[in-house]
């Protein structure tokens, strides 16, 4: 079974503070994926990579960046938090080709912003 | 651009009965159709998907959905739902040549 690990379930961060949410998989997936969650918009995709050292913006990726250092760990980075990223986040992998391949997620990370 | 629509934001049906999820989508090309759930502090997971081979697609848990071109439809659906179905489910759609985009969700209420 594919596992997608999430760093942290819970994060509280103060305004203006460089955050990091850390995702790693298992499965020797290629493609990974950062999405935000939030009631009544459903998934939003902020950031997605296809490969070590690759990043393509998603629909929202304003505020955020990411990291792919290794094929297996995919970084999202909140360069200075702001209270509207309040929200829970999922990452998610898939394999060889991204657009009929399940997505496989993590449990989430839930960050507040105070 | 391809898009996904979810009917109704909540959906409450008593258990033991009927349990019926509906999608729409808009797609240029024939699309990879998905439906995804989550339960309570969970991140999603693959419930079923359609992929051209047969139009109806029988999932996890008794669920099943059926693909009809003509009515850009999807709709996911259980003939008797258990208390257990309590979630929200997520219809999604790839047309190929992108990513996956997801619906807004539906939130399924199972009455006692």
């Known amino acids: 079974d594919v596992k997608v690990t999430q760093s942290s379930r819970y994060l509280v961060k103060r305004t203006g503070e460089k955050v990091f949410l850390e995702c790693v998989q298992d499965?020797?997936?290629?493609?990974m994926f950062w999405y935000r969650q939030d009631p009544g918009l459903g998934l939003r995709l902020i950031y997605f990579s296809y490969d070590v050292k690759m990043k393509e913006k998603g629909d929202i990726p304003e505020g955020y960046s990411v990291s792919r250092e290794k094929k297996e760990r995919f970084s999202l980075i909140l360069e200075s938090a702001s209270t509207n990223q309040t929200s829970m986040y999922l990452c998610a992998s898939s394999g060889h080709s991204s657009y009929n391949s399940p997505l496989h997620f993590g449990n989430g990370t839930r960050l507040t912003v105070t | 651009a391809q898009s996904v629509t979810q009917l109704g934001s909540h959906v409450s049906v008593s258990e033991g009965a009927l349990v019926l999820l509906r999608c729409n989508y808009s797609s240029s090309v024939p699309p990879y159709l998905f439906w995804y759930v989550q339960y309570p502090n969970q991140g999603l997971q693959l419930l079923l998907k359609?992929?051209?081979?047969?139009?109806l697609v029988k999932g996890i848990n008794g669920f099943e959905a059926e693909f009809k071109k003509s009515e850009t439809s999807f709709h996911l659906t259980k003939p008797s739902a258990h208390m257990s179905d309590a979630a929200e489910y997520f219809c999604a759609v790839s047309d190929r040549r992108d990513k996956i985009i997801f619906g807004k969700g539906t939130r399924l209420h199972i009455l006692p």
């Open positions: 359609y992929t051209s081979a047969a139009t």
């Open positions: 499965m020797d997936h290629e493609n």
